[in-house]
């Protein structure tokens, strides 16, 4: 099957820094990717839609000065947490899909990147 | 909007006992649903899927229905293995095809020999 990755796998920072999270589709062109945050015992929320090329689509009350998405190429976005602060230490997922032009589009979830600040 | 509820675990139980994962939604018309697994340190496969009304979806032995009438996507297992512990997810499209998923909270299985 497809296959996501991402890097890192756990991050911790300083309060203050900023935390770069890549997501890579390694052996597909994915039209679009998504990022979620995971909070313990909690389900996967939405943050953004990222397309190839363009501006982000993000959901309303996530910041998109502080979570800066960039999808530089069909295999390649990133998650920038800027100035990241303790309450943005979570589990950030992200996933990846083809659109065929079906009614059902599968998508490939990464092995999610665990961030603490500190 | 569109949503999913599922019943919050941990569900315990013990190897061959029978599962079932409550999963109810509310949608616009007929979406696809989905079945997600998360195992422990790895990210979210798809389980099985049903894309409309009466389909049902299978995979490793899990089964689930999609019934418009009561607008549920029950997950079931006839024999869980310890193997099968892991978090389930129930899921649907936040839109049209090739848009985000909505999930349910989660329901964490933990199954004993």
């Known amino acids: 099957g497809a296959v996501v990755s991402q890097h890192p796998s756990r991050v911790i920072c300083k309060s203050g820094t900023s935390v770069k999270i890549e997501c890579r589709s390694l052996?597909?062109?994915?039209?679009?990717m998504f990022w979620y945050r995971q909070f313990p015992k909690k389900s996967l929320m939405l943050m953004a839609t990222s397309n190839e090329g363009s501006k982000a689509t993000y959901e309303q009350g996530v910041e998109k000065d502080k979570f800066l998405i960039n999808h530089a190429s069909l295999t390649l976005s990133t998650l920038t947490v800027t100035s990241a602060h303790p309450e943005d230490s979570s589990f950030y997922i992200c996933?990846?899909?083809?659109?065929?032009?079906?009614?059902?589009?599968?998508?490939?979830f990464g092995p999610g990147t665990r961030l603490t600040v500190l | 909007g569109d949503s999913v509820t599922q019943m919050e675990g941990p569900v315990t139980l013990s190897e061959e006992a029978c599962l079932t994962i409550n999963c109810t939604y509310t949608a616009t018309g007929y979406p696809s649903l989905f079945w997600y697994v998360q195992y422990p340190g790895e990210g979210l496969q798809l389980l099985l899927k049903a894309t409309k009304a009466d389909d049902k979806g299978s995979n490793k032995g899990f089964e689930a229905t999609y019934r418009k009438e009561t607008t549920s996507f029950h997950l079931e297992k006839g024999s869980v293995q310890v193997s099968d512990s892991a978090v389930y997810f129930c899921?649907?499209?936040?839109?049209?095809?090739?848009?985000?998923?909505?999930f349910g909270k989660g329901t964490t299985l933990s199954v004993s020999s």
């Open positions: 052996d597909f062109q994915a039209t679009t």
């Open positions: 899921a649907l499209p936040k839109g049209q095809a090739g848009t985000a998923l909505i």
């Open positions: 996933s990846a899909t083809i659109y065929t032009g079906d009614s059902y589009n599968e998508q490939f």
